[in-house]
C-alpha cells in the first residue's frame, strides 16, 4: 500500500524567508505525487504535481518541488514566504484504481505560518 | 462559475437524524469522490465513482450511502447519524484515467457537526 508522511505538523516561518515542506513516500510502483493547499474555510487546491516527466516540478505561486527517487522525497519548496501562504500543505500520492479514477493517499499535512 | 460545488456548506444536526450532502461539477469529469476530513485535518477518500458507477468504498460504514444520478452530480447520504461522523467532507472531480495522473479538483467542503 502506498503512504506519504509530511514531517512536521507545524512550519513557521518569517515573511522572506525560505519555505521548506517535507513529504516521503512509500509506493511499490513508480509513483505520481501531488501537493494540495487549503486555505482556511476553504477546498483544497492543486499546488503542483509529479508525473515522471521532469524531477523538478513547478507550480502555482511560486511554488515548486523535486522528486528525489533514491530518497523517496518530494519536498516542497518556495524562495521567499509571503504571508498570504500561510495555510494547510498536504502532500498525496496517488494510486490508480481498479478500472477508473485514482485514488489519492493524503499525508497528515503541515500549517505553514508566515511571520511578519 | 464554480467548478465543483457542495451543498450544504455547514450542517449542524441531531445524533440519530439522516441528512445528505449534495455536489455538482461543471468541469465535464467522469469520476467524483468523496473524502472525509476529520478534526486533525487527516484526508482519507470514502468512495468513488466513474460515469455512475461505484468504483472504490474504502471501510466506509454502511450508514453512508453516496449515490450519482448521472456523471456531474455525486450526493451522499448519512443515516442514524453519530458524534464520530462530525467532520468535513470533500467532494472531488476528475478526468477519467487509469493511469493516476489525473489532477482532482475539490469543492469548498460541507462542515458537519452532529450533537
Known amino acids: 500500500a502506498q503512504s506519504v508522511t509530511q514531517l512536521g505538523s507545524h512550519v513557521s516561518v518569517s515573511e522572506g524567508a525560505l519555505v521548506l515542506l517535507r513529504c516521503n513516500y512509500s509506493?511499490?510502483?513508480?509513483?505520481?505525487l501531488f501537493w494540495y493547499v487549503q486555505y482556511p474555510n476553504q477546498g483544497l487546491q492543486l499546488l503542483l504535481k509529479?508525473?515522471?516527466?521532469?524531477?523538478l516540478v513547478k507550480g502555482i505561486n511560486g511554488f515548486e518541488a523535486e522528486f528525489k527517487k533514491s530518497e523517496t522525497s518530494f519536498h516542497l519548496t518556495k524562495p521567499s514566504a509571503h504571508m498570504s501562504d500561510a495555510a494547510e500543505y498536504f502532500c498525496a500520492v496517488s494510486d490508480a484504481a481498479r478500472n477508473a479514477g485514482n485514488m489519492l493517499t493524503f499525508g497528515g499535512g503541515t500549517r505553514l505560518m508566515v511571520k511578519p | 462559475d464554480t467548478a465543483v460545488s457542495q451543498t450544504p456548506k455547514y450542517l449542524v444536526t441531531q445524533m440519530g437524524n439522516d441528512k445528505s450532502i449534495k455536489c455538482e461539477q461543471n468541469l465535464g469529469h467522469d469520476t467524483m469522490y468523496w473524502y472525509k476530513q476529520d478534526s486533525k485535518k487527516f484526508l482519507k477518500i470514502m468512495f468513488s465513482y466513474n460515469n455512475k458507477e461505484l468504483i472504490i468504498n474504502e471501510t466506509v460504514p454502511n450508514r453512508f450511502s453516496p449515490k450519482s444520478p448521472d456523471k456531474a452530480h455525486l450526493n451522499l447520504h448519512i443515516n442514524s447519524l453519530e458524534l464520530g461522523d462530525s467532520a468535513v467532507y470533500f467532494c472531488a472531480s476528475s478526468q477519467t484515467g487509469t493511469t493516476g495522473k489525473e489532477t482532482q479538483y475539490f469543492g469548498p467542503g460541507t462542515r458537519l457537526l452532529v450533537l
Open positions: 509506493s511499490s510502483v513508480p509513483p505520481y
Open positions: 509529479y508525473t515522471s516527466a521532469a524531477t
